[in-house]
């Protein structure tokens, strides 16, 4: 699976690619930071952001886009240059009938590290370990991207593997056993939903 992951921004907007295999290793194709200069007018920035989006779509093909879901911040600026630039990705990949997924943060952390409060020196970490790196993507935007995409490849591949797994009805062709950060992801999920379950008993 060829997955596009986007750290959205204005200013700077993280774009990585990866190929996923079956048993859920993952490997890098691309990974760039598109800017746009904040001397030009908005119009003029989104269309140099989604010019660069649309090149890398043309050269690697993926079969899905992964963006960071937007959430609040105190800077209301950075929150506008993000759902724009959202915006312009999702138009993008839907004229090319590509699905879009949205992540959290914590859910992208929780994938990746297993952690759901993970700071981005561990999710950088974590993504050069994934990929085999020698070094740490940077800056954190090409990290982001490529966390999101590796986190949307794992999540919508590796549910049904994990359930086999579990259900002890994979074999080894079938589905390879989950990776540390995934068998810690998958135990943080659970553990939510217990906590989820016994809040709305109290309720």
Not at 63 to 76: G, K, N, P, Y
Not at 105 to 124: L, N
Not at 133 to 145: E, F, G, Y
Request: hydrophobic share 50%; aromatic share 2%; charged share 20%.
């Amino acid at each position: 699976m060829r997955v596009l992951g986007i750290d959205p921004g204005l200013t700077r907007c993280g774009v990585g690619v990866v190929d996923v295999e079956p048993n859920r290793t993952a490997r890098l194709v691309d990974v760039v930071v598109l800017r746009s200069p904040a001397g030009l007018d908005t119009p003029r920035r989104l269309a140099r952001i989604a010019d660069g989006i649309e090149a890398i779509l043309d050269e690697h093909r993926p079969e899905a886009v992964a963006l960071e879901r937007v959430f609040a911040r105190s800077d209301v600026s950075t929150i506008m240059g993000t759902a724009q630039i959202s915006g312009v990705a999702m138009l993008i990949a839907a004229r090319r009938a590509l699905p879009v997924a949205m992540h959290t943060p914590s859910e992208v952390k929780a994938a990746i590290t297993g952690y759901g409060r993970a700071d981005k020196a561990q999710v950088g970490a974590m993504v050069a370990r994934i990929l085999g790196l020698d070094a740490v993507p940077k800056p954190a935007d090409a990290a982001d991207a490529l966390a999101l995409a590796i986190c949307h490849a794992w999540r919508t591949g590796g549910v049904a593997g994990a359930a086999m797994v579990e259900a002890g009805s994979a074999t080894t062709a079938d589905a390879a056993a989950p990776t540390p950060a995934q068998r810690a992801w998958l135990a943080a999920e659970r553990s939510a939903a217990v906590s989820g379950a016994a809040r709305r008993l109290k309720e």
